[in-house]
Structures are given as C-alpha cells and as structure tokens.
T-cell receptor, first 113, second 114 residues
Framework: QQQVKQSPQSLIVQKGGISIINCAYE??????FPWYQQFPGKGPALLIA?????SEKKEGRFTISFNKSAKQFSLHIMDSQPGDSATYFC????????????FGIGTKLQVIP | NAGVTQTPKFQVLKTGQSMTLQCAQD?????MSWYRQDPGMGLRLIHY???????DQGEVPNGYNVSRSTTEDFPLRLLSAAPSQTSVYFC?????????????FGDGTRLSIL
C-alpha cells in the first residue's frame, strides 16, 4: 500500500514556466513533509520541507503548498530552468526519535529551452 | 567533510554470489539507513540503524543483512544475490537531535545481478 502518492511520474515544462508536482498521504501521524531533488548519478538531496502547521513555505523559486484537511501537498517551481531538470521525490514521516521516511515514486522533470 | 561515502559505485554479480556494499559517514550521525531505488517504485527502506549495535528491518529486508559496529559504518550484505536485487542502492544518514532532520544520501551503488 503506497502511503504517499505522487503525480505525475514525468513532466515536461518550457523554460520559464511553472512546474507543479502533487502528493497525497494517508497516515495522519505524518508531520514532516520534505522534498528531495535527485540529479542523474547522484543521491537525493533535501530541497525544501514543511510542517503541517504551515500552509505554504517558499525558498527562492521553490514553494511547498500544504492542505492538511485534504492531506495533500505540492511543489511549485516558478520560472523553471533547464538546470532544474531532475527527479523530485516527496516524502513524509512522523516526529520523535527515529522515524521511517516514506517516499513517493518520484517525478522526472525535464525543462526544455 | 566527505558526507556519506558508498563503495563500490558499480558492481555486477552472478546469481548466488554474495557481496557487501559499504557505507561510511563522517558527520557523527546516529541514524543510518539503506534504501533501494527502482523505476516506478521510489525509494524503499531495506534496513536502518538508530545507533551502533542497533539495527532493524525496513519495508523490504528479505535477502539482506546489516550490522552497525561503529557510528561511522553501516554495511549492507547480500547473502545470495538474485536478479530481483538488481537496483540502485542508497545509504543515508541523519542526526538524532532536533525535530526531524533531513537525510543525507550517498551517491549510490548500481548493482546488476545476472
């Protein structure tokens, strides 16, 4: 059973456009929602993260929107650039001590010039 | 700091062979984990450790063993390689202090089982 559902699996966006990746979760005990960015041949790296007491978090061109009642969160990449081409994973975990992180299946983003 | 270092980067095995994937971190992190990444399935947790001498199973532990004798090292052993274990393996570490720390990943080991 997939606890974090991510869509789309692949996305092609024109340079300068907005990339949007959506995730939905089922476990209401989740209270930490990070996004990871992975370039080919590299491991994932934390991009941005949000807690459920905040509806939006922005870091540069990257914004997470969070809807606690709908149990959904999304990543928006404004003014998408070819250098943003990568695979993006949403994830979720609980808090307190070690918490297993559940990842979405990933979205392969391609930004074309 | 080197961060999380995984060796080897690539490996080809024959069915039935055994091998150990190495993972070392120099950040003094207590938590370490092993994931496998397969197309369309994201990252799945194999085993994890909350400190030296303490390990536990994740989502897909069958066919793999781990041990944690030091804080720095967390090797993953394939007991008898099977084609279904062809995957990219990532080791990750995170600190225990503070509210939900991000995981730091190595660059992976690409493993093919023939």
């Amino acid at each position: 059973q997939q606890q974090v559902k991510q869509s789309p699996q692949s996305l092609i966006v024109q340079k300068g456009g907005i990339s949007i990746i959506n995730c939905a979760y089922e476990n209401t005990a989740f209270d930490y929602f990070p996004w990871y960015q992975q370039f080919p041949g590299k491991g994932p790296a934390l991009l941005i993260a949000i807690r459920p007491d905040v509806s939006e978090k922005k870091e540069g061109r990257f914004t997470i929107s969070f809807n606690k009642s709908a149990k959904q969160f999304s990543l928006h990449i404004m003014d998408s650039q070819p250098g943003d081409s990568a695979t993006y994973f949403c994830a979720a975990s609980g808090s307190g001590g070690y918490q297993k992180v559940t990842f979405g299946i990933g979205t392969k983003l391609q930004v074309i010039p | 700091n080197a961060g999380v270092t995984q060796t080897p980067k690539f490996q080809v095995l024959k069915t039935g062979q055994s091998m150990t994937l190495q993972c070392a971190q120099d950040m003094n992190h207590e938590y370490m984990s092993w994931y496998r990444q397969d197309p369309g399935m994201g990252l799945r947790l194999i085993h994890y450790s909350v400190g030296a001498g303490i390990t536990d199973q994740g989502e897909v532990p069958n066919g793999y063993n781990v041990s944690r004798s030091t804080t720095e090292d967390f090797p993953l052993r394939l007991l008898s390689a099977a084609p279904s274990q062809t995957s990219v393996y990532f080791c990750a570490s995170s600190p225990s202090r503070g509210w939900n720390q991000p995981q730091h990943f190595g660059d992976g080991t690409r493993l093919s089982i023939l």
